[in-house]
């Protein structure tokens, strides 16, 4: 049997159930939305089903959307399934208010420093990991450099106005 997204997001959506949420398909990468409280089971399902043996975490990464309110953040999973040459994208939203998803250092080695990455860039919390901190910023810094949380330029800057361009 060759594994396909309509047949990988059936056996999702039946082990999942009220738990997910959506699911999109863009250049033939099927994406999939959950609730975050099911992400490692959702990852021991497609890592231990004979049919998918989705056995290679190719990366763990966040991004911060601040106008979504009550879910600014996502973590974001890359999973690859080597037997069917088969990958998947899972997505779990976080307010920013508890940024804490459980670790899935305990499936996938490779989560170790995958997840200390995204904590150090967007301080999202990976509970039950065994050595959550700083990979490549200073220890020391009291902010998260991913975060869209400052103006992309300086606000006091004037040689950018309309003014100086005759509009």
Not at 11 to 33: A, C, Q, Y
Not at 79 to 99: M, Q, T
Request: hydrophobic residues 40%.
């Amino acid at each position: 049997m060759t594994l396909t997204s309509d047949i990988l997001l059936s056996k999702v959506k039946d082990f999942l159930g009220p738990d997910f949420i959506s699911s999109t398909e863009s250049f033939g990468m099927l994406s999939i939305n959950i609730s975050a409280n099911r992400n490692i089971d959702l990852l021991e399902f497609l890592h231990q089903d004979p049919a998918i043996q989705m056995t290679f975490l190719t990366d763990i990464t966040a991004a911060h959307y601040p106008d979504r309110k009550g879910e600014e953040f996502e973590v974001i999973y890359h999973a690859h399934s080597f037997v069917n040459n088969f990958r998947l994208r899972i997505k779990c939203r976080l307010p920013l208010e508890n940024l804490e998803i459980k670790s899935a250092t305990s499936l996938y080695s490779a989560a170790n420093w995958l997840e200390r990455e995204a904590f150090d860039f967007f301080g999202v919390i990976f509970t039950g990991h065994p050595n959550l901190k700083r990979i490549l910023n200073v220890d020391e810094m009291d902010y998260f450099p991913m975060r869209k949380e400052y103006p992309l330029e300086d606000q006091t800057r004037t040689d950018k106005e309309d003014d100086y361009f005759g509009r």
